[in-house]
T-cell receptor, first 115, second 112 residues
């Protein structure tokens, strides 16, 4: 089991640049979640997908943030334009249907620094 | 609305002593409760879950958690702490929403 794979692990870029974070969920998992972790706000849910369809994006902070899931094995989180306050660790997680109360499996995150 | 509270930012315990990390929750309906652990520069790892049944749930690495419906609590416990248990611990709740609501996290420090 390869686990959830995120790339890049670290990203440093200048304010105003576009940032794209990538996630490959565990094969067979039909739910995918994007989280953001900061010291000030803790772990926040940004958006989640079921069978590649966005279900709840109420946690997406602004229109600068967008997420897509073009197929069952790939998702992206894009920030355009990026701002220093976007600096955080971004996690992707996947799970089987929550109806079975299966736990979420997390990737190791992307540490994003916006200068 | 559902919520999870972890009242302690940090818990310090000596190696070999029992440990408890506290969690309380608020939700309408039946709660589904989880504990996760996060080591430095890593994602969250699942430890255990309570869905229904026995109020004492056993999980990975010797951890267990006690569900108490009257006190709306789900405290994480371990009989004998190890230095390697030092990490950040998160309690999480799934109520009506499909996604999890996480607590603010508790840093466990086990001293040798």
């Amino acid at each position: 089991d390869a686990g959830v794979i995120q790339s890049p692990r670290h990203e440093v870029t200048e304010m105003g640049q576009e940032v794209t974070l990538r996630c490959k969920p565990i094969s067979g998992h039909d739910y995918l979640f994007w989280y953001r972790q900061t010291m000030m706000r803790g772990l926040e849910l940004l958006i989640y997908f079921n069978n590649n369809v966005p279900i709840d994006d109420s946690g997406m902070p602004e229109d600068r943030f967008s997420a897509k899931m073009p197929n069952a094995s790939f998702s992206t989180l894009k920030i355009q334009p990026s701002e220093p306050r976007d600096s955080a660790v971004y996690f992707c997680a996947s799970s089987l249907s929550p109806g079975s109360n299966q736990p979420q499996h997390f990737g190791d995150g992307t540490r994003l620094s916006i200068l | 609305a559902q919520s999870v509270a972890q009242p302690e930012d940090q818990v310090n315990v000596a190696e070999g002593n029992p440990l408890t990390v506290k969690c309380t929750y608020s939700v309408s309906g039946n709660p589904y409760l989880f504990w996760y652990v996060q080591y430095p520069n890593r994602g969250l790892q699942f430890l255990l879950k309570y869905i229904t049944g026995d109020n004492l749930v056993k999980g990975s690495y010797g951890f267990e958690a006690e569900f108490n419906k009257s006190q709306t609590s789900f405290h994480l416990k371990k009989p004998s702490a190890l230095v390697s248990d030092s990490a950040l611990y998160f309690c999480a709740l799934r109520g009506g929403r499909r996604a999890l609501t996480f607590g603010s996290g508790t840093r466990l420090q086990v001293q040798p």
